[in-house]
């Protein structure tokens, strides 16, 4: 059989999002299965996204990149005002636009046409967040027939994270629609999310859906950890972003009940890291917490590891909402990496409580600030103690989530698809 993919998809290096890692690593593994792959994803200078210049991708001669430009930056890219930016965004979204990122469709099929046009391909094969990636994959199809894959990193319409406008989640949902009914398999990262999505539609479409978790890279470089201060420390380090229902109050307000009982300046050390850390510094000042928490930016991809290989335990913050069991984060993913323990602020009932308890590490709710003043106090303490480490069956769940791992299952399941049937073993 023919091994020829063409991947779809918005995200990918240099951008800074985890769906491009997490696409690229993918991509790689695939070459060394023998699959030959174009990938057609965004020109970063034409996006609004943030991108490192100097992250071009490692990848494989067998692996083409084709970037197709978008007019977000030159619509948005001039208006230095947040505010009226996202006012910009706001009222295209309000008039239907399914996503910001939607403005690079055009331009998109314009290339992908190309592309198939000049090679033969075993396949399509998009990804999404963003969602645009999988749009862009079914008008592919529908222009070729080729065989098409939708993999969801994330749930579209059922995402508390996104707030839809009436005509915008219309056409999400008649989006979503085609894509699943289309496509020849339906690809999610987590149980719940496939549940979720696949309850609103007929019951003999579930026999294409199939669930493959994100992986980690076992064999990518950790950098060296940070220089320890010299009293030493428990560090705890978080990277990943804040925004909208994801916030570090609660963890805040656990650490401020936790000083008043037990003094932890020169013991503990956290490191909040990412987009949107920086607006809670009055929070920690008004706290009395400057000596505890410290707050940075947005960080380089190198930044980050340095940060989480110098770590003693690794945090994992989530929100309290509803749907928020539906998500299985990839910085929980890329954590495993490093077998270091870790420290789960999320829900008890959802996909990261699930790999958490696989891997014997603490799960706690978000908004229960007492226990979670609890178990950073026993983390303390069992630091002290000298027995902070890993459970005994965490290397055997780790493997699981290697890459290699995860794309010997989508390659499996690409093959089928490609030759139009639905994966035997899928779970619903």
């Known amino acids: 059989m023919l091994k020829r993919l063409l991947v779809v998809s918005y995200a990918f290096p240099p951008l800074c999002v985890a769906e491009a890692e997490q696409t690229a690593r993918t991509v790689h593994q695939l070459a060394t299965l023998g699959w030959e792959m174009t990938v057609l994803t965004i020109q970063p200078r034409s996006t609004t996204e943030r991108y490192a210049a100097d992250r071009s991708p490692a990848m494989p001669d067998s692996v083409k990149i084709v970037r197709a430009a978008s007019p977000e930056r030159f619509l948005f890219g001039w208006i230095k005002n947040r505010t009226a930016e996202r006012f910009a965004r706001h009222g295209l979204q309000f008039l239907g636009l399914p996503e910001k990122q939607f403005l690079w469709f055009p331009k998109a099929v314009q290339a992908g046409i190309a592309i198939l046009a000049a090679e033969r391909f075993t396949a399509i094969y998009s990804r999404a967040c963003y969602h645009t990636g999988n749009v862009v994959g079914l008008a592919l199809h529908r222009a070729t027939g080729l065989p098409f894959v939708a993999h969801f990193s994330d749930p579209w319409i059922d995402n508390p994270y996104h707030q839809l406008w009436p005509l915008q989640k219309l056409a999400c949902m008649r989006l979503e629609h085609s894509i699943i009914s289309r496509a020849a398999l339906v690809i999610f990262v987590t149980q719940q999310a496939a549940e979720r999505v696949m309850a609103r539609y007929p019951a003999r479409w579930r026999s294409k859906v199939a669930v493959i978790p994100h992986g980690y890279d076992p064999q990518e470089p950790i950098a060296p950890a ?192 490609a030759l139009r049937e639905a994966p035997a073993d899928s779970r619903l």
């Open 226 to 417: 940070l220089i320890r201060n010299p009293v030493d420390r428990l560090r705890v380090v978080y990277t990943g972003s804040f925004y909208r229902l994801r916030t570090p109050m609660n963890l805040l307000l656990a650490l401020r009940e936790l000083a008043r009982v037990e003094r932890l300046p020169g013991i503990l050390e956290v490191f909040l890291i990412g987009p949107g850390a920086l607006e809670y510094r009055s929070t920690v000042r008004k706290f009395g917490l400057d000596g505890v928490v410290r707050l940075q930016g947005p960080q380089t991809r190198l930044e980050c590891l340095r940060a989480t290989a110098g770590a003693d335990v690794l945090l994992l913050l989530g929100s309290s909402a509803k749907d928020e069991g539906l998500f299985l984060p990839s910085k929980l993913v890329d954590y495993i990496a490093l077998r270091k323990p870790i420290l789960g602020l999320t829900p008890l009932e959802g996909a990261s409580a699930d790999l958490l308890r696989r891997l014997q590490c603490p799960v706690v709710p978000p908004d229960n600030i007492a226990a979670v003043a609890d178990n950073i106090a026993t983390t303390i303490h069992r630091w002290r103690a000298g027995v902070l480490t890993v459970g005994h069956g965490f290397e055997t769940v780790a493997r699981d989530y290697s890459i290699s791992a995860t794309t010997a299952k989508l390659e499996s399941f690409l093959t089928k698809a």
